[in-house]
Antibody
Framework: QVRLKESGPRLVQPSQTLSVTCTVS????????VSWVRQPPGKGLEWVGA???????DYNSALKSRLSISRDTSKNQVFLKMNSLQTDDTGTYYC????????????WGQGVMVTVSS | DIQMTQSPASLSASLGETVTIECRAS??????LAWYQQKPGKSPQLLIY???SLHTGVPSRFSGSGSGTQYSLKINSLQSEDVASYFC?????????FGSGTKLEIK
């Protein structure tokens, strides 16, 4: 059974770095691609970036300078780091699986709600 | 970036009715379009991919159509469990972009 689960801090101070972990089961991160998608409260969805099964990454150009996506294949985990957080980075951060590169998302995690506030 | 314009922003319909949600891309996306359903407090769930292919386990009352820049999601025989927000997403080009969403309610 395919599962993705995000974990990370619920509260981050402005200008600090967000670190979120996506732990997957039912598939290997070396066989399928994983993206991060975020959603501000009550608003729409924004693709943040992806790590492909070969380990390369793609980032949303609007966020690229602040982003890093990496993985630990031995633990089947994918990591999101975003620095210089501001209040408009508040939202739910989801990891989601692609069935193939450059495609839609067939499975999503439950998300982690992150509030950027002092 | 490819802009996705979704309409309507909200929709109210009666049980058993048929509803249609539209999505327009700012350029041809060659059927690289998916539809998701998001229930309150939950993560999005895939309904349709490649514009008209039904994801595994999705009821057949959901269907997708369209081509080029114009796409639509149709829900036949509206059920109470269809109350949710619906989003389109293009994956023809990076960055992947989403429509702004349609909130569906029951009258």
């Amino acid at each position: 059974q395919v599962r993705l689960k995000e974990s990370g801090p619920r509260l981050v101070q402005p200008s600090q770095t967000l670190s979120v972990t996506c732990t997957v089961s039912g598939f290997s991160v070396t066989s399928y691609h994983v993206s991060w998608v975020r959603q501000p409260p009550g608003k729409g969805l924004e693709w943040v970036g992806a790590i492909w099964k070969g380990g390369s990454t793609d980032y949303n150009s609007a966020l690229k300078s602040r982003l890093s996506i990496s993985r630990d294949t031995s633990k089947n985990q994918v990591f999101l780091k975003m620095n210089s957080l501001q209040t408009d980075d508040t939202g739910t951060y989801y990891c989601a699986k692609h069935p193939r590169a450059g495609s839609y998302f067939d499975y999503w995690g439950q998300g982690v709600m992150v509030t950027v506030s002092s | 970036d490819i802009q996705m314009t979704q309409s309507p922003a909200s929709l109210s319909a009666s049980l058993g009715e048929t509803v249609t949600i539209e999505c327009r891309a700012s350029e041809d996306i060659y059927n690289g379009l998916a539809w998701y359903q998001q229930k309150p407090g939950k993560s999005p769930q895939l309904l349709i991919y490649n514009a008209n292919s039904l994801h595994t386990g999705v009821p057949s009352r959901f269907s997708g159509s369209g081509s080029g820049t114009q796409y639509s999601l149709k829900i036949n025989s509206l059920q109470s469990e269809d109350v949710a927000s619906y989003f389109c997403q293009q994956y023809y080009d990076y960055p992947f972009t989403f429509g702004s969403g349609t909130k569906l309610e029951i009258k």
